[in-house]
């Protein structure tokens, strides 16, 4: 619903029950709470169309040094496929990760 609707028929209903003011209240707090969700609404949306891969990676060349490959080397297939099956989570959600995003890269 968008929020011109919102507002008409706020205006309906305040029209329609004047002597209850209980009940504008409430409507007007209501009104309120929903303006803040449509803007978190439209704000996530503006975030997933920008670069929002990004800020998946938190530690840029972490992967690399668990793995103990010399930094601008490329990770050798095998390590990173014996590192997703890695005992330590967090080597395996990198490991996973740079699979995902080997997967996504343009060629």
């Known amino acids: 619903m968008k929020h011109e609707q919102l507002e008409w028929q706020i205006k309906f209903v305040k029209t329609m029950m004047k002597e209850d003011k209980k009940f504008v209240e409430i409507l007007e707090q209501f009104v309120v709470m929903c303006e803040l969700f449509y803007n978190y609404v439209e704000e996530k949306e503006y975030l997933m169309e920008k670069k ?14 668990s793995l103990h490959v010399k930094e601008g080397e490329n990770i050798p297939a095998a390590k990173l496929k014996k590192a997703e099956h890695s005992k330590n989570p967090t080597t395996r959600k990198r490991a996973v990760l740079a ?8 060629k």
Do not use: Y
């Not at 699979?99 to 343009?106: N, R, S």
């Open 52 to 65: 929002f891969i990004q800020s998946a990676i938190k530690k840029p060349g972490a992967l690399r040094k």
């Open 99 to 106: 699979e995902t995003l080997k997967k996504m890269h343009k």
